[in-house]
């Protein structure tokens, strides 16, 4: 199947070489993930649950600390509260109108995540995208050399959606087409970071996580 264009990225910077570093510590509440109808959440937790009036407010206390990866927000209109499951038959657990639940894995060795979505799910959630690196320097989508899949420092190609679909980025603008999306947020401090939520919002469901965890890996130089 001859695969069509995604998205071509433009932008001369997405991530740094310390772009977990930046991300961690001075990202905004624009630069973290956010999806309703969703619950993400991992084994620890930062302090012991707090109470705000939005989830921005909520994303805010997990930009305000270093570990923090993940939020979850029950939204003020839930008078019943957002129920979480519990696992292996344990009794689920109700988090209040306002609860703002935020995690991360403190063994730096594991990824462990849990996630929840659906129309059922009424609680707004979401990650840091330092998160999304991937930790094999090079995303799987893009070390397909015989598919002609390119992981460089100036360019890169990759295939995602089953091959449907096709990521090109390039430093060079000029060799972007018209089919390109402008992935960079130029009226963030610091510039180099992407904008997340734009992307997501231009790309078919089964793109968004590839090509956020392919662009948060990236590291864009001459």
């Known amino acids: 199947?001859?695969?069509?264009?995604l998205v071509a990225c433009v932008f001369a910077a997405c991530l740094s070489l310390t772009h977990a570093r930046l991300l961690r510590q001075t990202g905004s509440t624009f630069d973290f993930s956010y999806s309703n109808n969703t619950y993400i959440g991992s084994v620890t937790l930062v302090g012991s649950g707090t109470y705000t009036n939005s989830a921005e407010a909520c994303i805010q206390g997990c930009v305000d600390d270093a570990d923090c990866v993940y939020w979850s927000w029950c939204p003020a209109d839930?008078?019943?509260?957002?129920?979480?499951?519990?696992?292996?038959?344990?009794?689920?657990?109700?988090?209040?109108?306002?609860?703002?639940?935020?995690?991360?894995d403190s063994d730096k060795n594991r990824n462990a995540v849990f996630v929840m979505s659906g129309d059922s799910v009424t609680f707004a959630g979401g990650n840091n995208p330092a998160s999304w690196i991937d930790p094999s320097g090079t995303p799987a989508e893009c070390n397909g050399w015989f598919s002609g899949d390119?992981?460089?420092?100036?360019?890169?190609?990759c295939h995602v959606c089953d091959s449907e679909y096709q990521l090109k980025c390039d430093l060079d603008t000029d060799l972007i087409g018209d089919d390109s999306v402008n992935v960079v947020d130029w009226s963030k401090l610091p510039q180099n970071q992407c904008d997340w939520a734009g992307i997501a919002a231009k790309l078919p469901?089964?793109?968004?996580?590839?090509v956020q965890r392919?662009?948060?890996t990236w590291n864009p130089k001459e």
Request: glycine share 10%; proline share 4%; aromatic share 4%.
């Open 150 to 157: 390119q992981w460089s420092g100036d360019e890169i190609e």
């Open 1 to 5: 199947m001859v695969s069509r264009l």
């Open 214 to 216: 392919i662009l948060a």
């Open 78 to 104: 839930q008078a019943s509260g957002c129920a979480v499951p519990g696992l292996n038959g344990a009794s689920d657990t109700t988090v209040a109108a306002k609860g703002c639940v935020l995690s991360y």
């Open 205 to 210: 469901t089964c793109a968004v996580e590839p």
